[in-house]
């Protein structure tokens, strides 16, 4: 029988393997219960994330602004430290699964607000730069990609609906940039009438026998409510009617810009050329592009030139030929 300090010595070794035991325990069910907390998190976020992109889609959809007061209200709850990690997981899945992202609506020009407007900006004015705190949708595919068979007209009610009501915000928005930002009412007025549109527009549905039409004051309206257009009443003296003009809204800054503007005078002009370019610069200050004859039109008229058993001189040939003439006429007017 081992003597009484032996058996001491013994007991506590038992006793402190037993401890080390039970700390390590206590210390691994510690791990486990921080590995589930983090699981949880990182689903709870992940939940949001998938939350707030299709609270965006469906702002969207309806046009209505993606507000940050809304994302904290609708999508975050009581979660509203999260909104940084949130919105950016949101960017993140709006641009791989859906070819677009939030984009921050700019805020209001003061001199398009009122004075009771303007008095209340100036009171809940700060040293931060103003925001508008609302966004958009806005594709990123590249410009190859942003055709119609690709990105056909959304069916809010028809395509052929959707597809007329985007052509006639583009329009006027584009006759109001290209105006220097502002376009009086009778000159907007006359402008809707060479589009045969001063009095009707094509409604939402124009393949609808009972409605294929809206009056043009209910579209503009429309226009405005969205954030296409901004329209400005300025009271005049006793007497006189009140000055309205018209500028482009915040969402009609977005998603109609200087570079789509430009597109589209190219496609009425049916092409570009570089006096257009030049002039397309100096309105829009859009990036120079190239003119380069289409292939298409040269065949063609290589086409014709054979057709007719003539093939003519060449156009280098022309244009050397052209030079010489310059010289020529220069020698003999020395």
Same mark, same amino acid.
């Given at each position: 029988m081992p003597p009484p300090s032996q058996r001491a010595r013994r007991r506590q070794a038992v006793d402190e393997y037993d401890e080390e035991d039970t700390t390590q325990q206590i210390e691994d069910e510690d791990e486990d219960g921080d590995d589930r907390m983090h699981d949880g998190e990182r689903d709870e976020t992940s939940q949001l994330i998938k939350k707030l992109v299709r609270?965006?889609?469906?702002?969207? $959809?309806?046009?209505?602004?993606?507000?940050?007061?809304?994302?904290?209200?609708?999508?975050?709850?009581?979660?509203?430290?999260? $909104?940084?990690?949130? $919105?950016?997981?949101?960017?993140?899945?709006?641009?791989?699964? $859906?070819?677009?992202?939030?984009?921050?609506?700019?805020? *209001?020009?003061r001199n398009l607000m009122t004075t009771e407007q303007k008095r209340k900006a100036a009171k809940s004015q700060s040293q931060k730069e103003p925001t508008s705190n609302a966004y958009v949708l806005v594709s990123i595919l590249p410009e190859q990609y942003r055709t119609p068979a690709i990105i056909a007209p959304s069916k809010v009610q028809s395509a052929d609906g959707e597809a007329s009501y985007v052509a006639l915000y583009s329009i006027i928005i584009s006759i109001i940039t290209l105006s220097g930002g502002e376009l009086s009412d009778p000159r907007l007025r006359r402008h809707l009438a060479r589009l045969n549109a001063a009095e009707n527009m094509p409604s939402a549905?124009?393949?609808?026998?009972?409605?294929?039409?809206?009056?043009?004051?209910?579209?503009?309206?429309?226009?405005?409510?969205?954030?296409?257009?901004?329209?400005?009443?300025?009271?005049?003296?006793?007497?006189?009617?009140?000055?309205?003009?018209?500028?482009?809204?915040? *969402?009609?800054?977005?998603?109609?810009?200087?570079?789509?503007?430009?597109?589209?005078? *190219?496609?009425?002009?049916?092409?570009?050329?570089?006096?257009?370019?030049?002039?397309?610069?100096?309105?829009l200050k859009v990036k120079d592009r190239k003119t380069a004859r289409p292939a298409n039109v040269e065949e063609r008229e290589e086409q014709e030139e054979e057709a007719n058993g003539d093939p003519g001189p060449s156009r280098s040939s022309n244009r050397r030929r052209s030079g010489r003439r310059a010289a020529a006429e220069e020698m003999d007017e020395d």
């Open positions: 609270y965006a889609l469906a702002c969207e $959809f309806s046009r209505t602004p993606i507000r940050r007061d809304g994302i904290k209200e609708k999508v975050l709850g009581s979660n509203g430290r999260e $909104f940084k990690k949130v $919105f950016a997981g949101a960017q993140r899945q709006l641009r791989a699964a $859906f070819g677009m992202e939030m984009v921050e609506l700019p805020t *209001r020009d549905n124009p393949t609808d026998g009972n409605a294929p039409s809206e009056k043009t004051e209910l579209v503009l309206q429309k226009m405005i409510k969205q954030g296409y257009l901004v329209k400005v009443a300025e009271p005049r003296t006793q007497g006189d009617e009140e000055a309205v003009t018209w500028h482009v809204g915040p *969402r009609g800054k977005v998603e109609v810009n200087n570079e789509s503007i430009a597109s589209l005078v *190219r496609t009425v002009y049916g092409g570009s050329n570089d006096v257009l370019e030049s002039k397309l610069q100096t309105s």
